[in-house]
């Protein structure tokens, strides 16, 4: 099984938000919602919105959103 997980991580490397799905159709949307949300400012800060995927449940941040 892959599992998308997309975060939201601050400059100091806190994740800020999650969402983790069994759909890539739906975790790219969600990736490019990420990506227009952050401000230019908040960039430059070093905020990042990452897409990356996992095999397990286990393996997604605890306080994701999980979306079947």
């Known amino acids: ?3 998308w997980v997309n975060e939201q991580i601050d400059p100091s ?3 800020y938000s999650c969402i983790a799905c069994c759909d890539e159709t739906q975790a790219q ?3 490019e919602s990420f990506e227009q949300n952050l ?6 800060q070093g905020w ?7 095999s397990s449940w286990d393996e997604v941040p605890v306080n994701a ?3 079947n």
């Open 1 to 3: 099984m892959i599992i």
């Open 13 to 15: 490397g806190i994740l």
């Open 29 to 31: 949307d969600c990736h």
């Open 39 to 44: 401000t230019p400012e908040q960039k430059q």
């Open 48 to 54: 990042v919105a990452t897409l990356r995927t996992v």
């Open 65 to 67: 959103l999980k979306l």
